[in-house]
């Protein structure tokens, strides 16, 4: 047997807010997890040091 909705789910506009808030947490969830998904670079302090010294040349175009 079917568990009824909550009361507060029986109308239809509340249904479509409620569903938009779950669909745009998930885009969050999916986001944060593609950008921190703990692959980092973790440099030595050799490599910030040269980096530091010898700073990349950017060519204008």
Known sequence: ???P???FLQHPLA???ALAIV???LVIVAIFY???DGKAVRPDADA???HLANPP???RH
């Open 48 to 50: 910030v040091a040269e």
């Open 57 to 59: 040349q950017y060519t």
């Open 34 to 36: 593609a950008f921190f």
């Open 5 to 7: 909705m909550p009361s």
């Open 1 to 3: 047997m079917r568990k």
């Open 23 to 25: 669909v745009k947490l």
């Open 15 to 17: 249904r479509e807010i």
